[in-house]
């Protein structure tokens, strides 16, 4: 067992009870602080970090509910939250004179940013450190200011270390909605929605398998229906239908088997019918 399946109370059932119950743990003193994380770190002891877990699951709800502005559900948020405060539980050194609410709070926010990049989108609108601090930046700011002007981006831009380009770009994002991928509940049936032009049929499993064991069926019934004929005939084909690049005329085969055209073109024909019939039977 690890500090991250220490039982904690569960978000999953009523919001408000779960904080009335972090609510109601009591907070620690510093030398008890000390005491407990000296006791996980040296000695393993799972007790005493839960109870390091349980005085801060308070903090955990506190710094959530800075982040209800991006319409994800709040316990999902206190959830990732404490994840961060877990691991940084299990990082926390008290011999470093800092208390762990002062530890944690980078964790605890580290973990609920990830969440909201992986979830708040489909699409991915921060990768890198300079843009992820530029998306919460501009979040932020948009709260408070609405638009922001040409003065502001450049403002923007010069204190997080980005082109201004990317501040627009970031602001655009920001301001446009997220698109359904299917029609709601209370749309009509026939709704144009991204799934209606995303959907290829084709690339569907079944389709893809079926068409694949076709192509196989056809590849070795025609090599099946080719080593069926003699050779002329074999001959004639390959050099009339098989050789994409520079095909052979009837004259030209008349020539080489010192036949006429006509003749050509019968065996072409006979070889045709033997070839469509061994195909036939190998499908």
């Given at each position: 067992?690890?500090?991250?399946?220490?039982?904690?109370?569960?978000?999953?059932?009523?919001?408000?009870?779960?904080?009335?119950?972090?609510?109601?743990?009591?907070?620690?003193?510093?030398?008890?602080?000390?005491?407990?994380?000296?006791?996980?770190?040296?000695?393993?002891?799972?007790?005493a970090?839960?109870?390091?877990?349980?005085?801060?699951?308070r903090?955990v709800?506190?710094?959530?509910?800075?982040?209800?502005?991006?319409?994800?559900?709040?316990a999902?948020?206190?959830?990732?939250g404490?994840?961060?405060?877990?691991?940084?539980v299990?990082?926390?050194?008290?011999?470093?004179?800092?208390?762990?609410v002062s530890?944690?709070?980078?964790?605890?926010?580290?973990?609920?940013?990830?969440?909201?990049?992986?979830?708040?989108?489909?699409?991915?609108?921060?990768?890198?450190?300079?843009?992820?601090?530029?998306f919460?930046?501009?979040?932020?700011?948009?709260?408070s200011?609405?638009?922001?002007g040409?003065?502001?981006?450049?403002?923007?831009?010069?204190?997080?270390?980005?082109?201004?380009?990317?501040?627009?770009?970031?602001?655009t994002?920001?301001?446009?909605?997220?698109?359904?991928?299917?029609p709601?509940?209370?749309?009509?049936?026939?709704?144009?929605?991204?799934?209606?032009?995303?959907?290829?049929?084709?690339?569907?499993?079944?389709?893809?398998?079926?068409?694949?064991?076709?192509?196989?069926?056809?590849?070795?019934?025609?090599?099946?229906?080719i080593?069926?004929?003699?050779?002329?005939s074999?001959?004639?084909?390959?050099?009339?239908?098989?050789?994409?690049k520079?095909?052979?005329t009837?004259?030209?085969?008349a020539?080489?088997?010192?036949?006429?055209?006509?003749?050509?073109?019968?065996i072409e024909n006979?070889a045709?019918?033997?070839?469509?019939?061994?195909?036939?039977?190998?499908?």
């Amino acid at each position: 067992m690890t500090a991250y399946s220490l039982p904690i109370p569960s978000v999953a059932g009523s919001l408000e009870n779960y904080i009335q119950t972090v609510n109601s743990f009591p907070l620690l003193t510093q030398e008890q602080e000390v005491e407990y994380a000296r006791r996980f770190r040296q000695e393993n002891d799972l007790e005493a970090a839960r109870q390091l877990v349980l005085s801060h699951l308070r903090v955990v709800v506190a710094i959530a509910r800075g982040y209800m502005g991006y319409g994800l559900p709040q316990a999902d948020l206190i959830q990732e939250g404490n994840i961060g405060l877990m691991k940084a539980v299990k990082r926390f050194d008290p011999e470093r004179g800092v208390r762990l609410v002062s530890f944690a709070v980078h964790w605890i926010r580290a973990e609920i940013h990830e969440f909201i990049l992986r979830n708040w989108r489909i699409v991915k609108i921060a990768t890198t450190k300079a843009q992820r601090k530029l998306f919460f930046n501009l979040r932020s700011l948009k709260q408070s200011l609405g638009t922001m002007g040409a003065a502001d981006v450049k403002a923007m831009a010069r204190q997080l270390g980005v082109k201004a380009e990317e501040v627009v770009e970031m602001e655009t994002r920001l301001g446009g909605r997220d698109v359904a991928l299917e029609p709601l509940a209370d749309e009509e049936e026939d709704a144009f929605t991204p799934i209606s032009y995303l959907t290829a049929e084709n690339a569907e499993p079944a389709r893809l398998l079926e068409h694949e064991e076709t192509a196989r069926l056809r590849s070795a019934g025609l090599e099946k229906a080719i080593d069926s004929l003699d050779a002329r005939s074999r001959r004639i084909i390959e050099a009339r239908w098989l050789n994409e690049k520079n095909p052979a005329t009837l004259h030209d085969l008349a020539s080489e088997f010192g036949v006429s055209a006509e003749r050509i073109r019968q065996i072409e024909n006979k070889a045709l019918a033997k070839m469509k019939g061994v195909i036939a039977a190998t499908a």
